[in-house]
């Protein structure tokens, strides 16, 4: 019953979209539209149905060595998610790594579950075991909504992924010379109709980085933040980046240490 | 005595400086590296960085010199039509103008491109979709009317904006073969013929 609401509110969402066109009233209407189904929705968040699953993922024995991840170190100790998502991404002692949500979610399945991180990797979006991985960071994120964004930079290790995460974010490179400041370097400004956060400053960071991942309307499927940054680097035109790789990682260091003090806002409801 | 210790407590600081900045030079190429792969038309070579590319990719702006020795480098790679014709038909310059696809590594071919004019600047009176990133080109021609000079500038900004601004951020359409030298004849006329929205309410 609750599916077959969401699914006439996002058709209603979909023919206001469409509707965009020549005059600014109907521009006006269209971002009522947008607004309006929104706070229909405040209370019921499409995401929240990928949640669940997460969840329940969370709970089930699953791969070759038959566990679950409810021994999973997310950084606040084993089988801590409240508020975990809000701290990541961090400097993990037993991998000697910086990890963010994804990578460490791909740590536990391997060494808890012994799922060979190659399926994500070599994955599709929403497809197989990033399905999964989608539904379990959806249960992750929504655990530490309302929460300080706040991320722990006492290791040199994070400093150095921050310095990394910013000179990438000033990278430009590939046809179209763009980068991440292309888009995201000034105050102010928006691309066609969507309005840009500028990700250099605190404000813009937090808006940024605290409100994904998030479930996009205009597709209609849940996105993670290796998802998102993805597809910024797909419209950059540059090659693409490997699933949990270092520059996704350092990335996420600059714009959550950029972000610190903003609340988090996951998951996050997207055009 | 005093003064000694002191240009060598600042060397002692520059060469650490030196030497932290570029660990992390050398770590940071490691990540590029590393970090990246080939997808579809999308080649991993795509993160190897152009001069003038690295020099634009600093926080800062470079100093006016280092901007005007980039300027007069892409100047040269401009190639202006050789029938000496700058106009298409502004209603397929408006549609090159809409379109913002191309060049990603779900794109089928790297030919066939839009400009992704509207993802940036005003254009059209009737369009209200368009971005802010780069300035209003509404009424573009009747504003600046259309002598050699300005008709001239134009094809050049869009053939190579680098040329006049070193870090600009619109993409070179002509130099990195974005757009072919047909689409921007189209573009040129989208946004000087009196007939086009850009200039007719």
């Known amino acids: 019953m609750r599916q077959k609401k969401l699914y006439v509110l996002l058709a209603a969402l979909v023919a206001g979209v469409g509707g965009l066109n020549a005059t600014a009233a109907l521009a006006d209407e269209s971002a009522d539209a947008i607004a309006r189904y929104r706070e229909m929705i405040a209370d019921g968040n499409p995401s929240e149905l990928v949640a669940a699953q ?3 993922l969370w709970k089930t024995k699953r791969g070759p060595k ?17 508020g975990a998502s809000a701290q990541l991404p961090r400097y993990f002692k037993d991998t000697g790594r910086v990890q963010d949500l994804e990578t460490r979610l791909m740590t536990c399945m391997q060494t808890l579950q012994g799922i060979d991180p190659k399926a994500f990797v070599d ?4 497809k197989g075991e990033m399905e999964n991985m989608e539904a379990l960071v959806a249960f992750i994120v929504t655990e530490s909504n309302g929460h300080k964004i706040s991320i722990d930079m006492s290791n040199p290790q994070m400093k150095k992924m921050y310095e990394l995460g910013k000179m990438a974010f000033y990278h430009r490179s590939g046809p179209m010379d763009f980068a991440c400041t292309t888009c995201h370097g000034a ?4 691309i066609r109709l969507q309005d840009l956060p500028d990700l250099r400053t605190q404000a813009g960071a937090a808006a940024g980085w605290g409100t994904w991942p998030a479930y996009r309307v205009s597709s209609g499927e849940f ?4 998802h998102r940054l993805n597809d910024c680097y797909r419209q950059q035109r540059t090659a693409e980046p490997i699933y949990g790789s270092d520059v996704t990682i350092a990335l996420s260091v600059y714009l959550a240490a950029t972000a610190k003090g903003g609340t988090v806002l996951t998951p996050g409801l997207k055009r | 005595m005093k003064k000694i210790s002191i240009i060598v407590a600042a060397m002692a600081f520059s060469s650490g400086a030196f030497a932290a900045g570029e660990d992390l030079h050398a770590a940071f190429q490691t990540m590029m590296d590393t970090s990246f792969k080939t997808t579809g038309i999308a080649d991993k070579y795509r993160m190897k960085q152009l001069d003038f590319q690295r020099i634009c990719s600093a926080e800062k702006e470079p100093s006016k010199k280092v901007m005007e020795a980039i300027e007069a480098e892409q100047l040269k790679t401009i190639r202006y039509p050789a029938d000496g014709k700058y106009f298409g038909d502004w ?5 090159i103008a809409t379109s913002g696809k191309g060049l990603t590594w779900t794109d089928k071919t790297r030919f066939d491109n839009g400009g992704g004019c509207y993802n940036c600047h005003q254009l059209s009176h009737k369009e209200i979709a368009y971005g802010t990133i780069g300035p209003s080109l509404q ?20 053939y190579n904006a680098k040329a006049f601004n070193a870090c600009s951020n619109m ?4 130099d990195a073969e974005i757009l072919t030298e047909e689409q921007m004849k189209h573009l040129m006329a989208f946004l000087f013929d009196p007939e086009s929205p850009v200039n007719k309410k």
Not at chain 1, 123 to 126: D, L, M, T, V
Not at chain 1, 187 to 190: F, L, Q, T
Not at chain 1, 223 to 226: D, F, I, L, P, R
Not at chain 2, 171 to 174: I, L, M, Q, S, V
Request: net charge positive.
């Open chain 1, 223 to 226: 996105w993670t933040m290796q």
């Open chain 1, 187 to 190: 105050e102010g400004k928006r």
């Open chain 1, 66 to 82: 038959n566990a679950s991840l409810e021994k999973c170190d997310l950084g606040l100790g084993p089988g801590v998610v409240k």
């Open chain 2, 139 to 158: 009424d573009y021609g009747k504003t600046r009317g259309n002598g050699n000079d300005v008709v001239k500038y134009t094809w050049g900004k869009i």
């Open chain 1, 54 to 56: 997460g969840e329940q």
């Open chain 2, 91 to 95: 209603k397929k310059g408006e549609k």
């Open chain 1, 123 to 126: 994955g599709k979006w929403n």
């Open chain 2, 171 to 174: 993409p070179r359409n002509g």
